[in-house]
Every structure is written in structure tokens, then in C-alpha cells.
Nanobody, 122 residues
Framework: QVQPVESGGGLVQAGGSLRVSCAAS????????MGWFRQAPGKERAFVAA????????YYVDSVKGRFTISRDNAKNTVFLQMNSLKPEGTAVYYC???????????????WGQGTQVTVSS
């Protein structure tokens, strides 16, 4: 089971960029496809992006394609989400979690880190 620690969130104007990070605490991400999820105010947590164990494959929810890029540094046990051209609807708490296999969009575990807040002002 992974123990993620998310960081890097903040306040940004619409059209701006932000990079959030997810580090493993007391665990390792190496065996897993890793994903980013977000929970906007009043909504359920939803899938955003995922990356394969090797980092060679990635996939995204349609609404962020072309603007967000997921990456990972296996040597540092860290996963990143670079977010460009941010929109106000991107305001949410962002979380990372493992996925059961590449192509999946549901988290493998029900436990979550504290997340990192991203607020996009219009």
C-alpha cells in the first residue's frame, strides 16, 4: 500500500501554471502505475491522469489533455503533475494514488494522503 505525500499546490490566476508533486513516505511507487485525482468543492473525487511504472505510457481525462503532463522520477520515488493553462474549474484538492494496472482509472487503495489545494482565480 502506498503512502503518498502531496505538495506544491497554491493560488494561481487563470492561464497560469503550477506543478504538484507526490512523494512516497515509508513506501515505494516503483511497482505501481500511479495516478492523480482531484476533488472540487461539492463534487466527488475524480481521475485526472496516470502514468505507467516505467513512465513510458500516460493517459488523461479529456478535459486536461494538452494542458496537463504527468511524469515520474523513479529514482526519487516521486510523481509530478505539470498543469498549464489552468482554468477556474481546475480548483480542487489534488491527490495521488496507485492504480491496479495501466489503463485503469480507479484507485487501487481507499486510503489517501492529505492532498494539495490548487486554487485558480478568474
Amino acid at each position: 500500500q502506498v503512502q503518498p505525500v502531496e505538495s506544491g499546490g497554491g493560488l494561481v490566476q487563470a492561464g497560469g501554471s503550477l506543478r504538484v508533486s507526490c512523494a512516497a513516505s515509508g513506501s515505494t511507487f516503483l511497482p505501481y502505475t500511479m495516478g492523480w485525482f482531484r476533488q472540487a468543492p461539492g463534487k466527488e473525487r475524480a481521475f485526472v491522469a496516470a502514468i505507467s511504472r516505467s513512465g513510458t505510457l500516460s493517459y488523461y481525462v479529456d478535459s486536461v489533455k494538452g494542458r496537463f503532463t504527468i511524469s515520474r522520477d523513479n529514482a526519487k520515488n516521486t510523481v509530478f503533475l505539470q498543469m498549464n493553462s489552468l482554468k477556474p474549474e481546475g480548483t480542487a484538492v489534488y491527490y495521488c494514488n496507485a492504480l491496479s494496472y495501466c489503463g485503469e482509472r480507479r484507485p487501487a487503495y481507499n486510503s489517501w494522503g492529505q492532498g494539495t489545494q490548487v486554487t485558480v482565480s478568474s
